[in-house]
């Protein structure tokens, strides 16, 4: 088989004192996401779908919140490592499609520049990567503004 897909999901709180980061990027709002690491939902769905195409797990069998090492850690320096662990297999990321779920802040003036810094961090072109954002139209906690969820699949291409 020359491709294989996976689905990762991730779900963070939203609160006071932390930055807001997703796919990279620093989202002005009055809440962040809390994390053992930087807490980026985003780049934390990618990197699960990335691992489950090839059956490796998840991050956390690679990047433990018990570990003090991943601490205060940038997601994006993670998904290099599992983009490492990817094409030391064989493989490489053909596309990724994600959807962020989020009553606020509005994700709109934000996806261009997550895409492409996703992009450059993988060594891929952004038109292989599709963020898409949408509300729980105030349903249950992410609708109540409590977190921010993410959902992705990403498929994967023998090189």
């Given amino acids: 088989m020359n491709i294989r897909i996976g689905n ?23 809440l962040g996401l809390l994390g053992h690491s930087d807490a980026d939902a985003l780049t934390h769905a990618i990197m699960d779908a990335m691992l489950g195409a090839l059956a490796l797990g998840d991050i956390g069998h690679y990047f433990p919140p018990s570990d003090p090492q991943w601490k205060g850690a940038n997601s994006l320096v993670l998904l290099e490592k599992v983009n490492e662990i990817i094409l030391s297999k064989g493989w490489q ?67």
């Fill in 8 to 30: 990762g999901y991730d779900i963070h709180k939203l609160v006071t004192g932390r930055a807001l980061i997703l796919g990279g990027v620093e989202i002005p709002h009055e």
């Fill in 93 to 159: 990321v053909g596309n990724i499609d994600a959807t962020a779920i989020a009553e606020r802040p509005k994700m709109k003036p934000h996806l261009r520049k997550m895409r492409e810094t996703l992009a450059k961090t993988l060594n891929i072109e952004s038109d292989r990567i599709s963020i898409k954002a949408t509300t729980n139209e105030k349903l249950d906690a992410v609708g109540q503004e409590q977190g921010i969820a993410v959902y992705a699949v990403a498929l994967l291409v023998k090189r």
